[in-house]
C-alpha cells in the first residue's frame, strides 16, 4: 500500500507564508501527477495546484502567483510554497498523488493523504 503524509500546516498571520510538504512512501513503482487540495467545513474540495512527474505545473486562478508547487522525485515528495496567505485560505489542505505500483501496470492508483490544517488569522 501506499501512504501519504502532509507536514507544514500551522496559524499564520494574514501576508504571511508556509511551506507544505507531501513525502509518499510504500510500494511505488512511480509517482505521476501529484497535487495539492483544500476543503472548508461544509464547502467541496478544491484544486489549488497540480504538478506532473516531469515538472508541468497547474494553478487555480486564486493562487497563482502567490502559491509554487514543486516535487522532489527521489524522495516522492510534493511541496506547496505559499505566500501572501489570506484569511480565506483558512482550510484543510490534501495532498494527493496517481502512483503506478508496479512496472507491468500502466494504471495509477489515485491516494489523499489526511490533511494537514492551514489557518490564516491575526
Known amino acids: 500500500q501506499v501512504q501519504l503524509v502532509e507536514s507544514g500546516g500551522g496559524l499564520v498571520q494574514p501576508g504571511g507564508s508556509l511551506r507544505l510538504s507531501c513525502a509518499a512512501s510504500?510500494?511505488?513503482?512511480?509517482?505521476?501527477?501529484m497535487g495539492w487540495y483544500r476543503q472548508a467545513p461544509g464547502k467541496q474540495r478544491e484544486l489549488v495546484a497540480t504538478i506532473a512527474s516531469g515538472g508541468t505545473t497547474y494553478y487555480a486562478e486564486s493562487v497563482k502567483g502567490r502559491f509554487t508547487i514543486s516535487r522532489d522525485n527521489a524522495k516522492n515528495t510534493v511541496y506547496l510554497q505559499m505566500n501572501g496567505l489570506k484569511p480565506e485560505e483558512t482550510d484543510v489542505y490534501y495532498c494527493?498523488?496517481?502512483?503506478?505500483?508496479?512496472?507491468?501496470?500502466?494504471?495509477?492508483?489515485?491516494?489523499w493523504g489526511p490533511g494537514t490544517q492551514v489557518t490564516v488569522s491575526s
Open positions: 494527493n498523488s496517481d502512483v503506478l505500483l508496479y512496472s507491468w501496470n500502466p494504471y495509477p492508483r489515485n491516494y
Open positions: 510504500g510500494s511505488i513503482f512511480r509517482i505521476n501527477a
